[in-house]
């Protein structure tokens, strides 16, 4: 397995990376990154209805979507991400909860008591504090997640609240974390 942790936080190249390693590479691999202020917007969502644009200009943070479904993440620098790109066989591919337990066992020798918890997300004392999404590429699959350890927490909640009545569409709308 490649272990790649790289010091380049713009969140356009980490994106960028994520989808070269995955189609052009064959190695199972793992990717550590930290982004620069961005909220990272999945593949099938709105992005007029996630993010607050005004906020997100003001204060230089940076909009990207990803190969991968789900909501939109704020990541900043105090935000690790990590992505972790597999061969499997067809059916065999999605398994959130197996590529977050190596997660779950490092954080617990750190003393840090985390569950996996619903589909895709990892908690501590019931709050979240991980949100993780996969994609699927011929017969690999792309799993990534985010750490919140000391985000800016006032900024995600700024940028990320947009009143969702305010669009109508079909674009699918996110489940919020608490």
Known sequence: MLCIYHRNSNPYFNIASEEHLLKRFTDDIFMLYINSPSVIVGKHQNTMAEVDYHFALENDIKIVRRLSGGGAVYHDHGNLNFCFIRN???????????????????????????????????????????????????????????????SDLQALANVLYVSIDKYSDRAVKSVRAN
């Open 88 to 150: 499997g066989k067809e059916g065999a591919l999605v398994d959130f909860k197996g590529f977050t337990k190596p997660i779950i066992e490092i954080l617990g020798k750190l003393g840090v008591e985390a569950k996996f918890e619903g589909h895709n997300s990892l908690t501590i004392n019931g709050l979240k504090f991980s949100g993780n999404a996969e994609h699927i590429f011929k017969q690999r699959v792309m799993h990534h997640g985010t750490l919140l350890f000391s």
